[in-house]
Nanobody, 124 residues
Framework: QVQLVESGGGLVQAGDSLRLSCEASGLTLYYYSMAWFRQAPGKKHEFVAHITRNSGNIHYTDSVKGRFTISRDNAKNKVYLEMNKLEPEDTGAYYC?????????????????WGQGTQVTVSS
């Protein structure tokens, strides 16, 4: 059974940093491109970042460029999202997702698996 489990969320103040982790089980992470999405209350899932299998290609949504960094450790079956200079607009549930294709996908429903999410709340 495939599971993606996110962790590292919390309540922080604007300008603070958080590091999210996503641990995969039931699959070999090396074969999957990975992404992070977020969902604010009452809104649909928003693409945040994407990383290919060997970390050769990385994409970010414009609002997080220069502040967030996606990375992965295939040996540990983990993906990370380092978030710096957090803003209240970054508040939401953050989800990691896995897909077998190397091509960029920005809709979470295009991914093969995603987790239950971890909550990030940024106060002003």
């Amino acid at each position: 059974q495939v599971q993606l489990v996110e962790s590292g969320g919390g309540l922080v103040q604007a300008g603070d940093s958080l590091r999210l982790s996503c641990e995969a089980s039931g699959l070999t992470l090396y074969y999957y491109s990975m992404a992070w999405f977020r969902q604010a209350p009452g809104k649909k899932h928003e693409f945040v970042a994407h990383i290919t299998r060997n970390s050769g290609n990385i994409h970010y949504t414009d609002s997080v460029k220069g502040r967030f960094t996606i990375s992965r450790d295939n040996a540990k079956n983990k993906v990370y999202l380092e978030m710096n200079k957090l803003e209240p607009e970054d508040t939401g549930a953050y989800y990691c997702a896995a897909v077998l294709t190397e091509f960029l996908r920005i809709e979470i429903t295009s991914y093969d698996y995603w987790g239950q999410g971890t909550q990030v709340t940024v106060s002003s």
